[in-house]
């Protein structure tokens, strides 16, 4: 089945450790997103990718970084230099000037 | 000034009800509009896409566009307990590919 794919479900974090969290999509979409969302907020992103090896900041970028080296991968990796990581990771795909779908999320809790 | 404006409720409505839910935005180069629900510790489901400024139904849903007021809304008819959910609006332009969104309005439906 044709979808977007993010792993794991939960993640958990130690202080100062730098955690990478999964998004595959075998939609054929060109373009990939990251959100973070906290709880009663809305999605806020965070980096989002055009195409193969090419990416923009998104609104809270600070203490994230992205890869896009195949069409189908667009991991996030979640820095100790992100002070307040504890959040629900969203990721999302579409092909430019259409509507995007999302995965079933990430949930990452600093322990 | 955020770019996207959506009342964060939360709206309570007894089942039967129409529920009118809005977002409103300052970036003129938006052109592409959907809007989501989201159930808690789900990724968001698309409910609707459209590109132009008018009306599009698609069964108990009604997305409009206002594009000289800047305005979108959701309308759902005959609202069911099994609409109550967090209800996001999104929006893109045809350049930047970014894609962005509003806070979220969440939704009761009481039977």
């Known amino acids: 089945d044709g979808g977007i794919t993010q792993s794991p479900k939960y993640l958990f974090r130690k202080e100062g450790q730098n955690v990478t969290l999964s998004c595959e999509q075998n939609?054929?979409?060109?373009?990939m997103y990251w959100y973070r969302q906290d709880p009663g907020q809305g999605l806020r992103l965070i980096y989002y990718?055009?195409?193969?090896?090419?990416?923009q900041k998104g609104d809270i970028a600070e203490g994230y970084s992205v890869s896009r080296e195949k069409k189908e991968s667009f991991p996030l990796t979640v820095t100790s230099a992100q002070k307040n990581p504890t959040a629900f990771y969203l990721c999302?795909?579409?092909?430019?000037?259409?509507?995007?779908?999302f995965g079933q999320g990430t949930r990452l809790t600093v322990v | 000034q955020k770019e996207v404006e959506q009342d964060p409720g939360p709206l309570s409505v007894p089942e039967g009800a129409i529920v009118s839910l809005n977002c409103t935005y300052s970036?003129?180069?938006?052109?592409?509009f959907m809007w989501y629900r989201q159930y808690s510790r789900k990724g968001p489901e698309l409910l609707m896409y459209?590109?132009?400024?008018g009306n599009k139904e698609d069964g108990r849903f009604t997305a409009q566009v206002d594009k000289s007021s800047k305005y979108i809304s959701l309308f759902i008819r005959d609202s069911q307990p099994s609409d109550s959910a967090t209800y996001l609006c999104?929006?893109?332009?045809?350049?930047?590919?970014?894609?962005?969104f509003g806070q979220g309005t969440t939704l009761q439906v009481k039977p």
């Open positions: 999104a929006m893109s332009d045809g350049n930047t590919g970014k894609l962005i």
């Open positions: 459209t590109y132009s400024s």
């Open positions: 939609l054929n979409h060109d373009a």
């Open positions: 999302a795909s579409r092909t430019l000037g259409t509507e995007a779908f």
């Open positions: 970036n003129s180069a938006f052109q592409y």
């Open positions: 990718s055009q195409i193969v090896n090419d990416f």
